[in-house]
RNA sequence: GGCCUGGUGGCGGAGUGGUGACGCAGCGGACUGCAAAUCCGCGUACCCGAGUUCGAUUCUCGGCCAGGCCUCCA
């Protein structure tokens, strides 16, 4: 039984879809502006491990998720005037290096990635219908949504409106009701890009196109809505409230709110406005994408994580072993294609990631010293697993030998082979200077019964 | 100030009312022409104080420390 913890309740429950045969998700994506840093990476790799527990729990064709798309904002506008191009030019662009990225780290792509531009209809008809029913009103070429509409608010937070009044820091806007209002829709500046609707011409608010995407690709209630937990409050405060009352919203809005926790450099949160930030773009240059997956889930999702070489460093260690493990095992017949109950049992436990790592190298152990019905179970377990949580799909030869072309491999195998020759010969100084050669190569050369096998060092 | 997290061994990081996480690093041994890998074994921990309890790292309260959020910023 899947157990999630969620934000609403605050606590760890069963998680029951509403409908098993169709299983939705929705996750807050990338706003597209300049390329995505290892902690906007975190979310995205760890509701892709819900995403494929989902599928293998309830089938591939019955989970759909969805992970919106931010192509309108302040900063995405002044790049586009910076470059003096479209905004198109601008969103299209960093979308694709996002999805690069993210395939890199081994996420898979969401069923829907919806663009807040692509989304204006249902974006307008929902404000349309929230001023309709009272919930929000226009001002001063703004529509605002009236919390005082909605007694919950607050609730997923934690905070009262009392608190938030006397916490305030910011000027409130003197077209606003009541301070908390927020705005659903507000003029454009002159240059920037505009849409027609009932309230002058202008553009969404933040919160709005995420109400309106679940409406549009999954339906009220969703099972599902992630993010990452700076989220919570005003963001998904503020889309819940709204997507409530915006008239599809009476059997809730979403059943289960995961938010997982920061990526921290040092001691500080990693954000674009710190500056302290290590773009994945950099980063799959230094390491294999999957080395960097790994390091992002050696810790549990709602933990926080302090992001270090070492920590991946340590990761590509631990990929190394059950490799390492694969590799020798490259003569065993898998005997099952399903995880084992204790990988399963982890990763149902809120996503307990570590200790389904614990159960990697338990299997890989098994593989390493068992019998061999053993053997040929752990090593279809293993590879199972792997392929539940996104790893281990490589070629154990291609993860240790993947930088290298062909050329280079022969080279290899024929210094290998020379050394042979000197081993059997036992001309061991001929031997040891050709091992020279090739540690001068970054090539690490083992020998073994069945012949050398060898490994690039990086 | 309000709200919310978290403080575990050299490092990363789970978990539990009373025995083992796991990984990395380290140490000893086996194996090995050398090396690597692998195997066997070893060590060190639960922020502070009080309480509950036969017993607390685990529950309660208080404190200290760190981090996050507190509205147009994703």
């Given at each position: 039984m899947l157990k999630l913890h969620d934000t609403l309740t605050r606590e760890k429950r069963d998680f029951v879809p509403k409908d098993p045969r169709r299983v939705t998700m929705y996750v807050c994506g990338p706003t597209v502006y300049t390329y995505a840093h290892i902690g906007n990476a975190r979310p995205v790799v760890a509701f892709d491990v819900l995403f494929r527990l989902l599928r293998h729990l309830y089938g591939e064709d019955a989970v759909v998720y969805a992970a919106n798309v931010t192509d309108v904002d302040d900063k995405i506008n002044a790049k586009a005037a910076a470059e003096g191009v479209a905004i198109d030019v601008i969103t299209d662009r960093y979308l694709d290096a996002y999805n690069a990225d993210m395939s890199t780290l081994g996420a898979l792509r969401p069923t829907f990635q919806p663009r807040a531009t692509r989304t204006m209809d249902t974006i307008i008809d929902l404000i349309g219908r929230l001023v309709h029913r009272n919930a929000a009103y226009a001002a001063e070429g703004h529509v605002l949504f009236n919390t005082q509409a909605y007694s919950d608010y607050g609730k997923l937070s934690g905070r009262s409106l009392d608190d938030m009044i006397a916490g305030a820091r910011v000027d409130v806007a003197p077209y606003k009701q009541h301070p908390a209002d927020f705005v659903l829709w507000k003029p454009s500046k002159p240059g920037e890009p505009v849409w027609e609707s009932p309230w002058g011409p202008g553009r969404p608010g933040w919160h709005i196109e995420c109400s309106a995407m679940i409406e549009e690709q999954l339906g009220l209630p969703i099972d599902i809505h992630g993010g990452g937990n700076d989220l919570i409050f005003p963001h998904h405060e503020n889309e819940m409230a709204q997507g409530l009352c915006g008239g599809h919203g009476e059997d809730g809005y979403a059943n289960y709110w995961l938010h997982n926790g920061f990526l921290n450099m040092g001691a500080e949160k990693m954000s674009k406005s710190l500056g302290n930030v290590a773009l994945v773009h950099e980063l799959i240059g230094q390491w294999p994408g999957e080395a960097l997956r790994w390091a992002l889930l050696?810790?549990?999702?709602?933990q926080p994580l302090e992001w270090t070489d070492d920590l991946v460093r340590q990761a590509k260690t631990s990929l190394d072993r059950l490799y390492g493990g694969l590799q020798r095992a490259a003569g065993v017949a898998p005997s099952t294609d399903a995880p084992s109950a204790e990988f399963l049992d982890a990763l149902c436990d809120d996503l307990n990631t570590p200790r389904a790592f614990a159960e990697f190298f338990r299997l890989a152990s098994v593989l390493e010293t068992g019998e061999a019905g053993a053997q040929a179970e752990a090593k279809g377990q293993l590879l199972a697993a792997g392929a539940l949580a996104g790893f281990l799909q490589a070629d154990p030869d291609h993860w240790f030998q993947g930088g290298a072309d062909e050329a280079f491999k022969a080279r290899v195998e024929g210094l290998i082979a020379e050394r042979a020759e000197a081993r059997v010969a036992k001309d061991w100084p001929r031997a040891d200077r050709i091992r020279d050669e090739l540690a001068a190569l970054d090539v690490e050369v083992m020998d073994g019964a069945a012949g050398a096998r060898w490994k690039l060092k990086r």
């Open positions: 050696s810790g549990h999702y709602r």
